[in-house]
């Protein structure tokens, strides 16, 4: 057997002692895609701040553990975790707006996150990034860099979100809700995408969405939660197509399809 | 139907060193009461500029907006606040709705408030709006980062409809929220415009919610408007070729 890449085995999380997560386990390997969908405030963000060491001062793993390539993450000092973050576990934020330095150029933080990992050359990393905006419809990228978030659309803003954490090429990428802010035509070249990440890199994914349709295109196994549990998980084809479970079938009933007559 | 907005040749620049922008390029259009005019397009093609500009947060470099017949570019002070309470905007990311200091429920109270309204009334219906949106009593006593995207989302629906507004401006609304929840607010959306003749300016990239939601649309490339019609119309024979790829790009 092999070992998972990331693995949640019984896992509570609690915000200022009140148990918001409860009994969630789950398992991936690598080059796997886990979709996570679900109610509202259900804890899917929650879920990835923890594996992330992200969860801030109210809140706190309270019982179980996360294992990533076996280690227990929950052990894990700041440092160690810092190094964690960025090659080997990449995030974009549900809210790439506000995760992002208001007083500093697109350009410059980019600079600064790659430099905290060792790429130095300037030229290098704007021209990687260029080429990545250009395959998700930014095509004036040089504005891009050169402007301030307040500058951009929610939109653009969310793209410049997707390229800092995809340009480090992280053997693990944890997308929270990574297409929200994005028309169609460019989630699906976002998507696309995230799919050669995999292809070209072995690169796992756990993507956070409210939208089933990219679930069901992109992901292996999909993890469905309902008030802080893990209601339904298993294989997409199974989970979308055969619900079991009454909130399941309720989410997968509301999703509304375009009619196109 | 009245018209409740009238948008006339609006236009907004944005320079960046040499370089100029026209985020809105003559745009025009107008909503009725009671009715729900879809917006959708190309991200960065001007849609979040134009609702900026309608709730006086961006000015207009050239065009007219009109409320009820008036204009309302440039308006001050008490004369800004009346306009203010009939034309509610709901942002793309919620959180920009509230002020991380004040808690929910003092943030949606804020507006009924400055309206005059007694605090011992703005607080009862302040917790049955939230209610109506599907919050229950304690989370009015919550800080904004203490709630998930879809509840914060949900709480800055209730600051908008609390104070009735003719306009609901609502800026990709319900791309936080999951498909239950979102049809609770579609409903809670509908319910509004049929009973209050609310109108609606709704920005949304979901077509199959627009499709529901929405009586007539706007699409949206580079600054432009470049197709309107009913968002049966245009989806099911999308003319311009921007169209037709976003339609053929749903998942
Ligand atoms: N304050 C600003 N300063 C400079 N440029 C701006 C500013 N606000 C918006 N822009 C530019 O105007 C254009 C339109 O932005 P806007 O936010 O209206 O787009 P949008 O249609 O809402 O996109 P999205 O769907 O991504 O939210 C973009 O090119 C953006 O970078
Ligand atoms: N810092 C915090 N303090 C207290 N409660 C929080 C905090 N962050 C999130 N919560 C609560 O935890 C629950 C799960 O939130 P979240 O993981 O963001 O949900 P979602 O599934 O929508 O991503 C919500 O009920 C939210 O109100
Ligand atoms: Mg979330
Ligand atoms: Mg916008």
Known sequence: MQQPLLAFNNVEISYDDEAMIQGVSLKMNKGEILGIVGESGSGKSTLIKASMGLLGRSGRVSQGEILYQGQNVLNLGDEAFRNLRGPKMGMIFQNCGSALCPIRTIGDQLCEAMKEHGQTDRQAIKDEALAMFDRIHLHDGDRILNSYPFELSGGMNQRVGIVMAMILKPDLLFADEPTSALDVTVQAQVVKEMMALRETFGMSIVIVTHNIGVVSYMADNVAVMHKGRLVEYGKTRDVIDHPIKDYTRQLIGAVPRIRRG | ?251
């Open chain 2, 1 to 251: 139907m009245s018209k409740i907005l009238e948008v006339r040749q609006l236009v907004k620049e944005f320079s960046k060193g040499s370089k100029t922008i026209r985020a809105v390029d003559d745009v025009s259009f107008d909503v009725c009461s009671g009715e729900c005019l879809g917006l959708v397009g190309e991200s960065g093609s001007g849609k979040s500029t134009i609702a900026k500009m309608i709730t006086a947060l961006e000015s207009p470099d050239a065009g007219g907006i009109f409320l009820d017949g008036k204009g309302i570019t440039g308006l001050k002070g008490r004369e800004q606040r009346a306009v203010y309470k009939d034309i509610q905007m709901v942002f793309q990311t919620p959180t920009d709705s509230f002020n991380p200091r004040l808690k929910l429920g003092d943030g949606i109270m804020e507006g009924m408030i400055n309206h005059g309204i007694s605090r011992p009334e703005a607080r009862k219906k302040m917790l049955e709006t939230l209610k109506i949106c599907g919050l229950s009593q304690e989370y009015a006593d919550r800080y904004p980062h203490q709630v998930s995207g879809g509840e914060c989302q949900r709480a800055s629906i209730a600051r908008a409809i609390v104070v009735n507004p003719k306009l609901l401006i609502c800026d990709e609304a319900t791309s936080a929220l999951d498909v239950t929840v979102q049809a609770q607010i579609v409903e809670l959306m509908r319910q509004l415009k049929s009973e209050n003749h609310m109108a609606y300016l709704m920005i949304c990239h979901d077509l199959a919610l627009v499709q529901q939601l929405c009586d007539r649309l706007l699409v949206m490339y580079q600054g432009k408007i470049v197709e309107t019609g009913t968002p049966d119309e245009i989806i099911m024979h999308p003319r311009e070729d921007y169209t037709k790829r976003l339609i053929d790009s749903v998942f």
